[in-house]
């Protein structure tokens, strides 16, 4: 086997209430700390909580609350200026995945300069260390608090900017269940599934290895059988547990191996039409898993003998086609939307499948999938979806 090598974050504190030690952590890597949040975390005391664990621990703190959406660079430029302005030097970032890829893109500015368009495709390296930043995820499913990647809408040229460079990684990850009892079910279901995704794409991706083999395995097990439990009752805490644990392993898991061709051709839907990123991998994963199943059997099987043990026994045909199958089955369970139902116009989504195709291949994650499509099958597949129909290919 090649030599691998993994990036984690320096300290990663898991469990109930451990956002009680945010202050104590602050305090360990700087004097002056911005909050990146939003709205939602501050309307749930979320962020008052901090400040009063920051303050107790002698750190004095500035917030930025404008994710709204999707983080794009307008965001991240705020969010700067803010922590120049205010003199900051440590960044705490609470909420999903926008909040801490906001923060992320943030913390590598600060450093070390730029706009955060120069850093895609390793156009620019960051030289320094980030600004340490600690990041609190409220929902079960981004894994964004131990992986070296964010994702940037540029709102220039509306393409989601796909950045991985091991300056993006957080410094501490704060991992506390609690903290997503308030995840709405539309967001429960679009995040574990994008969790899900996360796992899959980097057990089967060609950049998968030993070290990663593992933590997806754990992940898909953990979050295949809690999320449904997690949907229908956000209240129980052993579900809310699982899929906490199980999104961080997941983000681990590619953050050291790869996504794939769901995370490909996600990204462009987010940019265009808006669609949140969880939601649109949750679409995407079975019209793609039909589309790569050939290529990937044995890999996929070995996955239906963690998730069915009573099936282990069954030949690699058939324990394939039964993750298919129940994972198709799980999306339907949690009542995933399809893009229409989303409000995306056919005479909209359409003329764009080109451009769609194009800054799927140009991210660079379909090239890692086990069946790597031609811009010509992207193009099929992005119509398969929209028309919820299987692919047909020419």
């Excluded at 890597?29 to 909050?35: D, E, N, T």
């Excluded at 991985?164 to 279901?189: C, E, Y």
Aim: overall charge negative; charged content about 20%.
């Amino acid at each position: 086997m090649q030599a691998t090598t993994c990036h984690l974050p320096a300290t990663i504190i898991y469990g109930e209430n451990s956002f009680l030690q945010v202050g104590v952590e602050a305090a360990k890597l700087g004097s002056k700390a911005l909050i990146i949040s939003d709205a939602v975390m501050e309307r749930l005391g979320n962020v008052e909580r901090a400040q009063a664990l920051l303050k107790k621990s002698g750190i004095p703190s500035y917030s930025y609350l404008g994710v709204a959406t999707e983080p794009t660079d307008t965001y991240v430029y705020e969010a700067l200026e803010l922590f120049r302005t205010k003199g900051c030097n440590v960044i705490v970032s609470i909420g999903g995945g926008s909040c801490i890829d906001t923060a992320k893109a943030v913390a590598v500015l600060a450093a070390n300069g730029g706009s955060i368009d120069e850093y895609m495709n390793g156009r620019t390296i960051a030289r320094k260390g980030a600004v340490p930043l600690i990041a609190l995820p409220t929902t079960g499913g981004t894994g964004s608090e131990a992986t070296d990647a964010t994702v940037i809408t540029n709102t220039d040229t509306n393409v989601k900017m796909m950045i991985k460079q091991q300056a993006f990684m957080p410094r501490t990850a704060i991992v506390d269940p609690v903290l997503t009892k308030s995840t709405p079910k539309h967001i429960t279901a679009a995040t574990g599934i994008d969790a899900l995704t996360h796992a899959l794409e980097a057990y089967i991706s060609k950049k998968a290895h030993p070290f990663t083999d593992g933590l997806a395995l754990s992940a898909m097990e953990r979050i295949f059988h809690y999320l449904l439990t997690a949907y229908k009752d956000g209240n129980d805490m052993k579900a809310r547990h699982e899929m906490l644990y199980g999104s961080l392993l997941a983000g681990m898991a590619f953050s050291n191996s790869s996504v794939c061709l769901v995370h490909g051709m996600s990204r462009p839907i987010g940019a265009l039409f808006h669609v949140p990123h969880g939601v649109s991998n949750a679409m995407l994963l079975p019209v793609v898993l039909e589309y790569t199943k050939e290529s990937c059997k044995e890999r996929l099987a070995s996955i239906g003998r963690v998730l069915f043990p009573g099936k282990s026994g069954e030949g690699t045909e058939t324990l394939a086609n039964a993750v298919v199958e129940e994972i198709v089955a799980l999306c339907a369970k949690v009542d995933i939307p399809t893009l229409p139902d989303w409000g995306v116009q056919e005479e909209a989504f359409m003329p764009m499948l080109s451009k769609m195709a194009d800054d799927a291949l140009e991210s660079g994650s379909p090239q890692n999938n086990p069946r790597v499509p031609s811009k010509r099958e992207l193009i099929e597949l992005y119509e398969a979806l929209f028309q919820q129909k299987p692919a047909v290919f020419h």
